[in-house]
């Protein structure tokens, strides 16, 4: 599936990218503005680390990463 085309004006053909893509600009992108390079790359990673690890997910009935596997 990595090398199938995605037409133009087709986003729900990759909906997953447009999922986290949308979320993404939702809760990081319209609350900071970026300084520079190295401190978008760092609100990011926290950002990143915070939805993998300390953020509910539905997907695990509510709970966070970090309580689900304990």
């Known amino acids: 599936m990595s090398g199938d085309y995605i037409a ?10 447009e999922f986290f893509k949308g979320r993404m ?5 319209n609350d900071h503005l970026f300084a520079n ?7 990011v990673t926290e950002w990143c680390t915070d939805i993998n690890q ?6 695990l009935a509510g709970l966070t990463p970090q309580e689900y596997v304990t």
């Not at 133009?8 to 990218?17: E, R």
């Not at 600009?25 to 992108?29: N, P, Q, R, V």
């Not at 390079?37 to 760092?42: E, F, I, K, Q, S």
């Not at 300390?54 to 997907?59: A, D, E, Q, R």
């Open 25 to 29: 600009c939702d809760e990081l992108s």
């Open 54 to 59: 300390c953020h509910p997910h539905c997907s």
């Open 8 to 17: 133009p004006a087709k986003s729900m053909q990759n909906g997953i990218v």
């Open 37 to 43: 390079l190295d401190h978008t790359r760092n609100l």
